[in-house]
């Protein structure tokens, strides 16, 4: 289980309260890598897809609505959004949700390059900051026999994941190489982009006393 993230720093003279614009323990565990203080917000934004919308906007867009509606409520605090969309044939790959959608996920991608768009955004009202990066991971996965495809599921049951594969835990053995930049991209927030955004935004995880 992931720790539960930090307390933010209610001294008005410090840095600007931090929001996590998602309920996701994935990011929540990643962002605690910064060793920022930060609070956790639910973003209320429709993540159905536009028509003819292409993963690689659809991505982007909801990261920075998510942002934008947690710091609609929370002006004075610099908010990050974050989304995730799985493609496969230039088609969006969702969370499958049960068993039988998820081996047929898994069916699918056998033996495929899988694009992951893995965006954030940071947005801080109060200085009409708003800005979103995209960092692209290709995902190639193995043959899989349905054997393998069935014991994986029964024992990670990773149903909340676009792609139905954790590349942290097991998933990874189901995979033959991934290509990123970003190497925290794949599990649902770059960092190494999180920090170009904030350090843009006026909050410098090096500058921030531990």
């Known amino acids: 289980m992931p720790k539960p993230a930090l307390p933010h720093d209610s001294n008005p003279a410090s840095a600007p ?3 996590l614009g998602s309920t996701s323990p994935y990011r929540r565990e990643l962002l605690q890598r910064l060793r920022l203080p930060f609070d956790c917000v639910a973003p209320q934004v429709d ?8 993963p690689s906007d ?28 799985a493609e496969l044939d230039n088609v ?5 949700g049960n068993h039988a959608r998820a081996v047929a996920q898994l069916q699918a991608m056998s033996g ?14 109060d200085q009409a900051y708003a800005r979103v990066l995209t960092a692209i991971v290709t995902v190639r996965f193995r043959p899989l026999q349905d054997a393998e495809i069935e014991r994986y599921l029964r024992l990670e049951q990773p149903y ?21 930049d970003d190497p925290t991209a794949l599990v649902g927030l770059p960092l ?11 909050i410098d995880p090096m500058a921030v006393p531990t």
């Open 192 to 202: 190494i982009r999180t920090c170009e955004l904030l350090r843009a935004a006026g």
């Open 17 to 19: 309260r931090l929001i």
């Open 58 to 85: 659809l991505a982007p867009r909801l990261a920075l609505e998510k942002a934008h509606e947690v710091a609609n409520r929370n002006p004075s605090a610099v908010v990050i959004g974050a989304d995730q969309v």
């Open 112 to 125: 495929r390059n899988v694009v992951f768009h893995s965006a954030v955004a940071v947005v801080r009202p």
């Open 160 to 180: 909340d994941c676009a792609g139905s594969a954790k590349c942290e835990t097991l998933g990874i053995a189901l995979l033959a190489s991934i290509d990123s």
């Open 47 to 54: 993540e159905t897809s536009l028509p003819g919308e292409l």
């Open 92 to 96: 969006a790959i969702g969370k499958p």
